[in-house]
């Protein structure tokens, strides 16, 4: 009889993880929710990654290995992994990341509480007025995000995705750094969202991770200040035109503080680079920077 359960493509990419991967893969085949596949995609390892891998799949028919012809790079081979599964559902697992045994389950029962939802993000602090899942329209995920809390800084392993959402997107476009901030506002555009508590994932830090680039490569911070810019700007942003000014006005006022941060603690040939990406003189710099926007 086929499992009326929705079915969970489970999505781990891997280059040079054998530090980690066991472990990934283990905290998944623990999960107490079983219908679900999980696909490991390696891009061209270097180690044993593919070894590790291609073990679980001989001996547990959920998993199943693809190595690519050649290495795609992150956002690419997410895109790769995505395409390969079959279920209602996309959850990326990283291969240095874990989820909890009740991870999927928890995903899964707030995804299916609102068919209606696009995807949905975990890891999230207390609400202070209701509890979790509960879910948010499109530009009420907008409005958390830039007058609240933050929302769309969460990484792939935060979040669960309906697969038909995240092919009518297009997937991810690959842009370096920002690809999961640039991904929570395109689907907030078009999709209403479910907040999930904590204690559904783990995150692993380690230097070998790109994000370890953020603490030493000044312009990755301001990536995200121009990002942000660009979504707000738009014509898919579901805030109101008042709306729209008041964000841009708190992301001008971030980017004046960001550029004259540099110049004063680490660079003036970036804090030029950075200047130039903006159309704000030294004088309009300064201004913006003064006083943090209210609203």
């Known amino acids: 009889m086929q499992n009326e359960k929705p079915l969970v493509s489970v999505l781990m990419t891997t280059y040079n993880r054998e530090k980690y991967l066991a472990q990934a893969v283990e905290s998944v085949l623990a999960s107490t929710y079983e219908n679900f596949e999980l696909i490991i995609v390696d891009d061209q390892s270097k180690d044993r990654s593919l070894a590790i891998a291609r073990e679980y799949s001989e001996k547990d028919p959920r998993v199943k290995v693809v190595l690519n012809e050649k290495n795609l790079g992150d956002y690419p081979n997410r895109n790769k992994a995505a395409g390969l599964g079959k279920g209602k559902y996309l ?36 609400d202070k007025f209701r509890m979790f899942p509960f879910m948010l329209n499109q530009e009420e995920a907008y409005q958390r995000h830039y007058f609240q809390e933050q929302l769309f800084h969460k990484a792939p392993l935060s979040a669960i995705i309906r697969k038909d959402v995240f092919d009518a997107v297009g997937g991810f476009t690959g842009r370096r750094f920002l690809g999961d901030f640039e991904m929570w506002h395109l689907l907030s555009a078009r999709f209403p969202v479910v907040l999930m508590p904590h204690g559904v994932v783990w995150y692993r830090e380690h230097e070998d991770q790109e994000m370890q680039n953020n603490r030493t490569d000044f312009t990755v911070p301001f990536k995200y200040l121009k990002c942000a810019e660009e979504m707000i700007n738009r014509k898919e942003c579901p805030l109101s035109a008042g709306d729209r000014a008041k964000a841009l006005q708190k992301i001008h006022w971030n980017q004046a503080r960001y550029i004259l941060g540099v110049g004063k603690n680490n660079s003036l040939k970036i804090m030029l680079e950075l200047k130039k990406q903006t159309r704000f003189s030294y004088v309009q710099l300064l201004k913006l920077a003064r006083k943090e926007p209210k609203f």
Do not use: N
Not at 100 to 124: D, H, I, K, N, W
């Open 91 to 126: 959850k990326y697992v990283d291969a240095d990341d874990l989820i909890y045994p009740t991870g999927l389950q928890t995903l899964v029962s707030g995804m299916e509480r609102f068919p209606e939802a696009g995807f949905g993000l975990c890891s999230l602090q207390q």
